[in-house]
């Protein structure tokens, strides 16, 4: 039987705060990303992690896309734990570790 993590119940919150709330650079790439339109993968956004909220990832990939989006820190920063430090803008991405 496979082991299921649970996600803190207020992860799930914070992750549905920032889809209703995202940026416009956000947007724009859920919009290239969504409904399958990157090689076929389904990509989510904002989504709980453990105790972390990643930007996008296509679980069946292995690849989380984490961007770094220039914007005041504080109250926008609250739930993405390690992805909100420098907000220059990149992506990032890893199967196996970054």
Not at 52 to 62: L, R, W
Not at 71 to 78: E, I, V, Y
Request: proline residues 7%; glycine residues 14%; aromatic residues 8%.
């Amino acid at each position: 039987m496979p082991h299921h993590h649970r996600i803190p119940p207020k992860t799930t919150t914070n992750a549905r705060t920032l889809r209703r709330n995202a940026t416009h650079p956000e947007r724009v790439l859920w919009y290239a990303l969504r409904n399958r339109q990157v090689a076929g993968h389904k990509f989510r956004r904002q989504y709980p992690v453990g105790s972390f909220i990643v930007d996008f990832c296509c679980i069946e990939a292995g690849l989380v896309v984490r961007g770094r989006w220039p914007q005041p820190r504080g109250a926008a920063c609250r739930g993405r734990g390690a992805a909100c430090g420098d907000r220059d803008g990149g992506v990032s991405g890893a199967a196996g570790g970054e």
